[in-house]
């Protein structure tokens, strides 16, 4: 019987399979500019705003 469960490790390798590496080190870029933006942009507008743009790009911070 196959898991239908939607696990990380399936993400990733579905992700291995589909994107080019050009995709993936964009996307990577991007995850870390948001990082870096949210690590030294403290401003309370400013952080809230990028928290909600991450949780409208669909990417689960908490």
């Known amino acids: 019987m196959a898991s239908t469960t939607n696990t990380v490790h399936g993400r990733i390798e579905q992700a291995r399979m589909e994107l ?5 080190a964009a996307g990577l870029l991007f995850a870390a500019a948001l990082g870096f933006t949210l690590l030294f942009m403290q401003e309370p507008l400013v952080h809230d ?4 743009f991450r ?5 689960a911070c908490h």
């Open 55 to 59: 949780h409208a790009a669909g990417i």
């Open 20 to 24: 080019t590496p050009t995709q993936m």
């Open 49 to 52: 705003s990028m928290h909600n």
